[in-house]
């Protein structure tokens, strides 16, 4: 054991070393560094997905001769948990699920299933007992269900019959402990959280994964777009001193259509209200597409709109903010999101809230907007670091 920790601060140890060294050099560390260890396994030290250095050395198993190479599979073990709870956030953002959620909703046999909520499970703070245990076999650490399972879930079995058997087993447990009075690492805990993502997508927990890989999703990066709003005092803070005559009149807003993966759209427009007012182009345009747009909406303003008046720094011109609530009431806006203030506020408008976030720069605030483009749905979380 002291000999494989030895061997993973080594291997810690060369991704820093090497950071120094041309590419030859790097490679030529690498392999002095692993010659005579007994190292089994796959180094890859990659910059910029450009290969930096690597290395493939050992058999697959004691009993092959096998070589390993670059594009060997090695079990990931509990790598793959961020991946199970990324699957359960994904469908929390699609609407499908609360992390706040009972189990009782999922497992409706379950005795806990009250007591216990999704978020319990994603904490490990859950209590729900351990099914593994860890054993010394064959010169190796080695997990195997534990005792009373041993027979049960077997090579024998399907996966689908071992998964019934381990769910059944883990729905009569004990609790460990009250739930959310400590944390302890359980596997079970993850187990559920595959099976939730079964229960709710109507998939098995591969062919979700699968399909999250394999999709052109707005998830993965690919149509996410990076969008600031860029107020008129921004650039008259950084020396644009004529701005009333080059910018007020000529300000603009953009605006974008969110299509979900399981249906429907919610349109975003994103305002430049900077100074107390949209300015002449901008309010003119928007009335007309705003007013045409019939998807539901979410409104995101540098400025406050008005806040129920209880902000010093809201639109200024009221004249435009009355023609703005009065467009936003009618035309299915549901949320509007706003920044310059000095504290986090909302206020409820008679059909759309308003949340205003204090400065991010000062307070180290920041909101988690989730949209339900199914049901037009918006919920905003504000958050701090």
Not at 114 to 138: C, P
Not at 289 to 317: R, W
């Amino acid at each position: 054991m002291k000999r494989a920790i030895a061997l993973l601060l080594a291997a810690a140890m060369v991704i820093t070393i090497l950071a120094s060294c041309g590419t030859n050099e790097k490679q030529a560390y690498l392999n002095a560094m692993l010659e005579g260890t007994g190292f089994s396994g796959v180094v890859l030290v990659t910059k910029n997905v450009k290969t930096v250095c690597e290395a493939a050395k050992g058999t697959e198993n004691k009993f092959s001769n096998k070589k390993i190479t670059a594009d060997t599979k090695f079990c990931i073990g509990s790598v793959s948990k961020q991946f199970a709870a990324a699957a359960i956030l994904l469908l929390r953002q699609d609407g499908q699920l609360s992390v706040d959620d009972k189990l009782s909703k999922y497992f409706p046999d379950y005795r806990y299933g009250n007591e216990l909520t999704i978020r319990h499970l994603l904490d490990m703070r859950s209590g729900i007992r351990e099914f593994y245990d860890v054993e010394y076999i064959d010169d190796a650490f080695t997990e195997l269900p534990t005792g009373e399972l041993r027979g049960l879930i077997t090579n024998d079995n399907t996966v689908e019959e071992n998964r019934e058997i381990l769910e059944d087993w883990l729905l009569r447990q004990p609790l460990e402990f009250e739930p959310d009075t400590a944390f302890e690492y359980s596997n079970s805990n993850y187990f559920l959280l595959a099976r939730i993502v079964e229960i709710v997508s109507g998939q098995s927990y591969n062919e979700f994964l699968r399909e999250i890989e394999s999709m052109e999703s707005s998830y993965w990066g690919k149509s996410i777009k990076s969008l600031t709003i860029l107020g008129n005092h921004d650039l008259y803070n950084n020396g644009w001193e004529n701005w009333k005559a080059q910018v007020y009149p000529y300000t603009a807003y953009y605006s974008l259509v969110l299509n979900g993966k399981s249906g429907g759209s919610v349109s975003l427009f994103f305002l430049d209200s900077a100074n107390g007012t949209l300015g002449v182009d901008q309010l003119e345009s928007l009335e007309s597409e705003i007013c045409a747009d019939v998807n539901p909406k979410i409104v995101f303003s540098h400025y406050p709109v008005y806040a129920g008046g209880n902000l010093l720094m809201t639109l200024q011109d009221t004249t435009e903010r009355s023609l703005l609530l009065t467009w936003f009431s009618k035309n299915n806006v549901r949320y509007v999101f706003a920044g310059h203030a000095h504290k986090n506020y909302g206020f409820s408008h008679s059909s759309f809230r308003e949340d205003v976030t204090a400065s991010y720069v000062f307070n180290r605030y920041f909101r988690l907007v989730t949209v339900n483009t199914v049901t037009g749905n918006v919920s905003s979380e504000l958050l701090s670091y």
